[in-house]
């Protein structure tokens, strides 16, 4: 089930690609990547030069984004920064999200959570992010719009926001942002240092300048202390906080009871992240891992998705299914009558532990809402 698009991730974080990858993908990619470059380039340049502009808004927009493509764990910061700015700055928030891959049309503003109401269960449709953070944030309304300032400026005059928080935006720069905050995953860092499509760089490394705050996210990194002191080098900025990613635990998605791991328990896992070898890594820890199946990104599942995965447990002699909360909001539709076999999402703890970030933005937020 690994199509081009997985097979390009792994040769962007892949530091000594196999000489027949290198043959197959540098020459097409790098060609690709020089067109790349010198349109994002050429956008950056007329923002700087003021020929376009940035469209300010009345609520105070906190960006949170990254540099590289998917799979750093940008979302679960986003719904701490939400529930943080809802329930303990006790402002009014929403989180706008692009809403990619769903169904639902982007063109015009979607709203899948309102204060008191999630008005989809289908990740599916209404995006798998979007409805992560619904599920995940107290108090807080979550639009989806491919205009951002449309959707920012609806949330201020229907809900009255003071506070919307941008689920990636950072090259999105037709909204001014008032806080932007780059998260950079600690083991994966800026993939080979190349520009998409080459590497998974999305913005030039110089670009680091445009944010305020740089989360680096650790995600079961063991050499946490060395990568830290390496990307501070690349950064070059003290306003860094680090982001650990603690496995909570484990939930049977069908009645959302906890389930204890157990190394002697045989299980198979699957997804569609950005970084699938990474939540891979935290199931290994707990259950007898004895398969895994990957789907690109933001993948929409079917049916026959499932019945496959159920079939290939089914030859495993496993009856333990294993996958992500975000990919969760699109399979529950599919698993009501898989006897038999257990499906359970993992999910994970955000723990900031200090380094001024959350300061930052109380500061910010009093200053601009005041």
């Not at 997985?6 to 990547?33: A, M, R």
């Not at 340049?45 to 927009?61: N, Q």
């Not at 499906?343 to 703890?349: K, N």
């Amino acid at each position: 089930m690994e199509n081009l698009k997985v097979l390009i991730s792994k040769y962007h974080y892949t530091k000594k690609p196999p000489l027949w990858l290198n043959l197959l993908l540098f020459l097409p990619l790098f060609i690709l990547s020089l067109f790349y470059a010198a349109a994002i380039n050429t956008k950056n340049f007329l923002y700087k030069i003021k020929i376009l502009k940035e469209k300010k808004v009345k609520p105070y927009v906190i960006c949170t984004g990254n540099l590289t493509t998917g799979g750093v764990g940008k979302t679960p910061i986003v719904c701490e920064i939400a529930n943080y700015c809802a329930n303990t700055l006790k402002k009014k928030t929403a989180i706008i999200s692009r809403g990619y891959g769903a169904k639902l049309d982007n063109k015009n503003v979607n709203i899948i959570k309102d204060y008191s109401k999630t008005h989809y269960s289908d990740g599916a449709l209404c995006g798998d992010e979007a409805l992560l953070c619904a599920q995940n944030t107290k108090n807080c309304i979550v639009l989806t719009s491919r205009n951002r300032q449309k959707a920012a400026e609806l949330a201020y005059k229907n809900y009255g926001c003071e506070v919307v928080v941008l689920d990636d935006g950072f090259s999105n720069r037709k909204i001014k942002k008032d806080f932007t905050i780059l998260v950079v995953d600690s083991k994966k860092q800026f993939s080979n240092g190349f520009l998409l499509p080459l590497g998974a760089l999305r913005e030039p490394l110089g670009e680091i300048k445009r944010a305020d705050f740089v989360v680096i996210s650790n995600k079961n990194d063991r050499d946490i202390s060395e990568n830290v002191k390496e990307i501070s080098k690349k950064i070059k900025t003290d306003k860094t906080a680090v982001c650990s990613f603690l496995q909570g635990g484990f939930y049977d998605i069908k009645n959302n009871l906890e389930v204890h791991p157990s190394q002697n328990k045989k299980a198979i896992a699957f997804c569609a992240i950005g970084q699938p070898q990474q939540f891979y890594d935290y199931i290994a820890n707990s259950f007898n891992l004895t398969d895994t199946i990957t789907f690109c990104d933001h993948y929409s599942y079917s049916q026959k998705d499932i019945e496959l995965i159920i079939k290939k447990a089914r030859e495993l002699d496993v009856d333990t299914v294993i996958t992500t909360q975000k990919d969760e909001t699109k399979i529950k539709q599919y698993i009501k009558n898989t006897h038999g076999i257990s499906f359970l999402a993992m999910y994970l703890r955000a723990d900031f532990g200090g380094g001024g970030l959350f300061g930052a933005i109380k500061r910010g937020v009093a200053n601009e809402t005041k």
